[in-house]
Nanobody
Framework: QVQLVESGGGSVQAGGSLRLSCVIS????????MGWFRQAEDKEREGLAS???????SIADSVKGRFTISQGVAKNTVHLQMNNLQPEDTGMYYC??????????????????WGLGTQVTVS
């Protein structure tokens, strides 16, 4: 059974930083695409960043220059470093995994497994 658990959310003031982590267990395929998504109230789930098993990274234009994605040494952990947070970054943040990224890395509908999310509030 594949499980994803996010952590690191919280409340910060504008201009602050947070580092989110996602630990993935039970995923046994050699190839993977791990992504971070955000969903603000009354908005669609938005793809922020992804990293795949070849180390290829994609970052949404809306957060480029402020957010970075990385993997832990053990490869079953993915981090999202968020700097210079703004009120519009408020939302629930989710990590997800599927077999390959490709051009659909930011499309939440094609990701197979999801975590329950961690809340980020910026004031």
């Amino acid at each position: 059974q594949v499980q994803l658990v996010e952590s690191g959310g919280g409340s910060v003031q504008a201009g602050g930083s947070l580092r989110l982590s996602c630990v993935i267990s039970g995923y046994t395929a050699a190839r993977y695409c791990m992504g971070w998504f955000r969903q603000a109230e009354d908005k669609e789930r938005e793809g922020l960043a992804s990293i795949d098993s070849d180390g290829r990274i994609s970052i949404a234009d809306s957060v480029k220059g402020r957010f970075t994605i990385s993997q832990g040494v053990a490869k079953n952990t993915v981090h999202l470093q968020m700097n210079n947070l703004q009120p519009e970054d408020t939302g629930m943040y989710y990590c997800a995994v599927k077999i390959a990224c490709g051009s659909s890395w930011s499309n939440s509908r094609v990701f197979t497994y999801w975590g329950l999310g961690t809340q980020v509030t910026v004031s």
